[in-house]
C-alpha cells in the first residue's frame, strides 16, 4: 500500500507568479483534502475534492482552486501568488464515508512554498 | 465556526510520562484526532478517539475524552527523544474538514 506523496518537495516563487502542486492519494482512497500551515501554526483547510468535484472550502480567497482526476490525484492551484502564501501545503487522502463525511485523513510530507 | 487550543509547549524528562492537554469548542465534533509532526515533515497519524468514547489506549499512547468539558488529552509513557516534536489535536464535526490546534512543542530532555 504506498502512502500520500506530494511534489514538488520545495518551490520558490516571486509575488505575483502562479504556482501548482500536486498529491497522489494513498491506494483505496477517493478524497484529497488540502491544508495551508503557516510558519508556527496549526494546519488550515483550505478545500476538499470528492469526485472530481469540490466538496466544501475553508476561508480562502479563489485564487486558490483545484482539481482532481480519475485517479483520485489532485492539484492545487494557486494564481497571484502574495508573500503571506509562504507555507507549508499539505495534501491529505481518505475514503468517502455516508452523509458526506470522510474518514480519517492520512497526510502527505507537504510542498514548502516561498513567495520572494 | 471551531476552536482547537492547546497549551504550546510542553518540557518532559526521558523516562517520564508526557500529558498534552487540548480544549475543543465544536459539539458536533465526531472524530478527535493526534497528529505528529517531526521538523520538516508531514503531519503523522497517531491516534484517534470517537466522540462517544471515554478513553483509548494504544501501546505507549493513552487518549482521554471529557465530551461534557471538551477537553481532550494525549498521554505517552515512558517518552523517548523519538517523541520529541509537534504534536497537533484535531476535531472532526459533522463535516468533512479538520480543524487544527496550534500545536503543542514537547521537548524531551535526558
Known amino acids: 500500500e504506498t502512502g500520500v506523496t506530494q511534489s514538488p518537495t520545495h518551490l520558490i516563487k516571486t509575488r505575483g507568479q502562479q504556482v501548482t502542486l500536486r498529491c497522489s492519494s494513498q491506494?483505496?482512497?477517493?478524497?484529497v483534502s488540502w491544508y495551508q500551515q503557516a510558519l508556527g501554526q496549526g494546519p488550515q483547510f483550505i478545500f476538499q475534492?470528492?469526485?472530481?468535484?469540490?466538496?466544501g472550502r475553508g476561508n480562502f480567497p479563489p485564487r486558490f482552486s483545484g482539481l482532481q482526476f480519475p485517479n483520485y490525484s489532485s492539484e492545487l492551484n494557486v494564481n497571484a501568488l502574495e508573500l503571506d502564501d509562504s507555507a507549508l501545503y499539505l495534501c491529505a487522502s481518505s475514503q468517502d464515508l455516508a452523509g458526506g463525511r470522510t474518514d480519517t485523513q492520512y497526510f502527505g510530507p507537504g510542498t514548502r512554498l516561498t513567495v520572494l | 465556526g471551531e476552536d482547537v487550543e492547546q497549551s504550546l509547549f510542553l518540557s518532559v524528562r526521558e523516562g517520564d510520562s508526557s500529558v498534552i492537554n487540548c480544549t475543543y469548542t465544536?459539539?458536533?465534533?465526531?472524530?478527535l484526532y493526534w497528529y505528529k509532526q517531526e521538523p520538516g515533515a508531514g503531519l503523522q497519524l497517531l491516534t484517534y478517539i470517537f466522540s462517544n468514547m471515554d478513553m483509548k489506549q494504544d501501546q505507549r499512547l493513552t487518549v482521554l475524552l471529557n465530551k461534557k468539558d471538551k477537553h481532550l488529552s494525549l498521554r505517552i509513557a515512558d517518552t523517548q527523544t523519538g517523541d520529541s516534536a509537534i504534536y497537533f489535536c484535531a476535531e472532526m464535526g459533522d463535516d468533512y474538514k479538520l480543524s487544527f490546534g496550534a500545536g503543542t512543542t514537547v521537548t524531551v530532555r535526558a
Open positions: 465544536d459539539s458536533s465534533s465526531t472524530y
Open positions: 491506494s483505496g482512497h477517493n478524497t
Open positions: 475534492y470528492y469526485r472530481e468535484e469540490e466538496n
